[in-house]
């Protein structure tokens, strides 16, 4: 109970987040997520499939709640996702029956429309969103071929390889329209440490910022990257650093939108795979303290570890009986545990 909040431990360098499910807005869940956290992200509630199942239907009880009951807990939202080619309904992109794509003016059309609608929905509720996500292949071969790099998700089949950049004007477009709001637009993908993945989106983000700054002078369009740090007992926080670096100098916002790290499997870990994580965890936060200038947001990917999508790997910073683990320790102090 008397454990420092870890909100408290980054307050001046960046805002510490969770991935939540309405369940983590109830009783000691919620006394555990706004003791340490001060920013959420919706696990699932916001994607395409829960907001607009059918075309033109919009389903925004649930999400309203949740965001709401947030922000009265004292956190700030970050929206995802608007543009994702999982949990994302077919109508968006395919042409029903025989599943081929749609033209590319229908796709473009729902695409825009979809965007529109949730972000005016929700508003200046939100500080930031994840308007494209995953667009980039795994380890891809040319990666300063970008193009090339692109997943061959339902919209690029549907609208081609600048489907990216047309999210992105879509979304500036609202913004433009509603100059009070404060919110950032966000390109989020996961195997960011991997370095032909970092060279593709790089090189993704860097084209389309540089073309729409040549027509507005001094803005950007895509105003960060979310690397969201889906992270193992392997993984070599130099890598992290590297393509951390290679972000930065595109003058771009960073946040760690997904963190964790697995270690150990069925639900059990070794003392030493506990002090491994929590290892890799203070190693990681040592970077985002000597990065904090160009890091917003730093944000788990769950609460604790007994839910989520990886529950069985042990990969996050509280334990099932929401007590702090090792991981915790290390995040608090990096640099005592090194
Ligand atoms: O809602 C249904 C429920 O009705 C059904 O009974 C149950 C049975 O399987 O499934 C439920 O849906 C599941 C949903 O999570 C809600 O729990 C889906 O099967 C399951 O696939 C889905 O997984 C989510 C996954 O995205 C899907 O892509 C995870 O919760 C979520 O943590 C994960 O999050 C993604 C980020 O959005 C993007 N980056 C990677 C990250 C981890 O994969």
Redesign the pocket.
């Known amino acids: 109970p008397d454990l420092e909040a870890l909100r408290d431990v980054y307050a001046s360098q960046f805002l510490i987040g969770a ?1 939540i499910t309405a369940e983590d807005l109830e009783g000691i869940r919620l006394e555990l997520l706004s003791k340490h956290h001060n920013a959420a992200t919706a ?2 509630a916001m ?1 395409p499939e829960a907001l607009q199942p059918q075309k033109g239907t919009y389903t925004f009880e649930a999400a309203d709640q949740m965001v709401n009951a947030a922000l009265d807990a004292g956190l700030r939202m970050h929206g ?2 608007l543009v994702w080619h ?2 994302s309904p077919a109508w968006m992109t395919t042409r029903p029956g025989e599943g081929s794509p749609l033209d590319r003016e229908e796709a473009l059309d729902n695409m825009r429309t979809h965007i529109r609608a949730v972000m005016e929905h929700f508003g200046d509720r939100m500080i930031s969103w994840d308007v494209v ?2 667009a980039i292949n795994d380890n891809p071969s040319s990666p300063e071929q970008w193009k090339g790099s692109l997943r061959q998700s339902p919209w690029y089949h549907a609208i081609g390889p600048d489907y990216v950049e047309q999210a992105f004007l879509a979304a500036r477009e609202v913004l433009d329209e509603n100059p009070d709001w404060e919110i950032k637009l966000y390109y989020n993908d ?1 195997n960011e440490d991997n370095r032909n993945k970092a060279t593709a989106i790089y090189h993704m983000v860097k084209e389309i910022n540089e073309r729409y700054s040549q027509e507005h002078p001094g803005k950007l369009l895509i105003d960060g990257i979310g690397m ?1 740090g ?1 992270y193992g007992l392997n993984t070599n926080p130099d890598n992290v650093k590297a393509s951390l670096e290679r972000f930065i100098s595109l003058g771009v916002e960073i946040s760690i939108t ?1 963190l964790d790290i697995q270690a150990g499997s069925d639900y059990q870990m070794t003392k030493q795979q506990a002090d491994a994580q929590s290892y890799i965890y203070a190693r990681l936060f040592q970077l985002y303290e000597q990065y904090a200038e160009h890091i917003s947001r730093v944000t788990f ?1 769950g609460l604790e570890d007994s839910k ?2 990886r529950a069985a790997f042990n990969p996050l910073v509280f334990d099932r009986n929401l007590q702090a683990k090792p991981a915790y320790y290390g995040i608090v102090d990096p640099d005592t545990f090194i």
């Open positions: 991935a696990e699932n994607k995802h996702v999982q949990q996500n995953e996961y969201q889906h997904e990917w989520g999508w």
